[in-house]
């Protein structure tokens, strides 16, 4: 079993920026993807971005492309969204996700975290 508690959410202005951290713990030597998904009001979790445990291998949703960076800290267990130039459309909560797979894709999810709120204003 892995677990995993985000923290770093909270209220921003558009244009703001946060840092959304993710700290896995358990049997992490079974994961080799960490991620992060976001669920707005009346919509689907949609993939963010995500990077490979080993490798370091990032991947990004098109709408976060260029203004959200993941990154990982192997020695901490942690994996970081630093998320710039924010908008009224990423709000949302957001998921810190991690699979067996290297792909992190949703139905091979295998353990998700209890969820951080991310508010941007207008």
């Known amino acids: 079993q892995v677990q995993l508690v985000e923290s770093g959410g909270g209220l921003v202005q558009a244009g703001g920026s946060l840092r959304l951290s993710c700290a896995a713990s358990?049997?992490?030597?079974?994961?080799?993807?960490m991620g992060w998904y976001r669920q707005a009001p009346g919509k689907e979790r949609e993939f963010v971005a995500s990077?490979?445990?080993?490798?370091?291998?990032?991947y990004y949703a098109d709408a976060v492309k260029g203004r959200f960076t993941i990154s990982r800290d192997n020695a901490k267990n942690k994996v970081y969204l630093q998320m710039n130039s924010l908008k009224p459309e990423d709000t949302a909560v957001y998921y810190c996700?991690?699979?067996?797979?290297?792909?992190?894709?949703?139905?091979?999810?295998?353990?998700w975290g209890q969820g951080t709120q991310v508010t941007v204003s207008s």
């Open positions: 996700a991690a699979a067996r797979s290297a792909t992190m894709r949703k139905d091979l999810v295998d353990y």
């Open positions: 358990g049997s992490i030597f079974s994961i080799n993807a």
């Open positions: 990077i490979t445990w080993r490798g370091g291998s990032t």
